[in-house]
Nanobody, 119 residues
């Protein structure tokens, strides 16, 4: 089992910045990738950024150059630095962990944190 706790959401004006944090606990040794997803009202959940245990990152085209995902292994925490925020970035942001243990894959999700960007 892996538990994920997100923090850092809030209300910000367009052009501003926010940093989201996701602290993992439990069977963290089984995590081989973590990511941030978002879901806006009436839309499907989409991948924003991901980072593997080896440090390889991946970003959605819509956030490239503005968002940065990073991890602090000592704190078992993944961050999403969001700069130059736009109103279309408004969504609930979810942290996710992909685990692999004994050939069984499983995804875990945080509770979500609201990000609202005003124009």
């Amino acid at each position: 089992q892996v538990q994920l706790v997100e923090s850092g959401g809030g209300l910000v004006q367009a052009g501003g910045s926010l940093r989201l944090s996701c602290a993992a606990s439990g069977s963290i040794f089984s995590i081989n990738a973590m990511g941030w997803y978002r879901q806006a009202p009436g839309k499907q959940r989409e991948l924003v950024a991901s980072i593997t245990s080896g440090g390889t990152t991946n970003y959605a085209d819509s956030v490239k150059g503005r968002f940065t995902i990073s991890r602090d292994n000592a704190k078992n925490t993944v961050y999403l630095q969001m700069n130059s925020l736009k109103p279309e970035d408004t969504a609930v942001y979810y942290c996710a962990a992909h685990t692999l243990m004994l050939a069984v894959e499983k995804d875990y999700w945080g509770q979500g944190t609201q990000v609202t960007v005003s124009s």
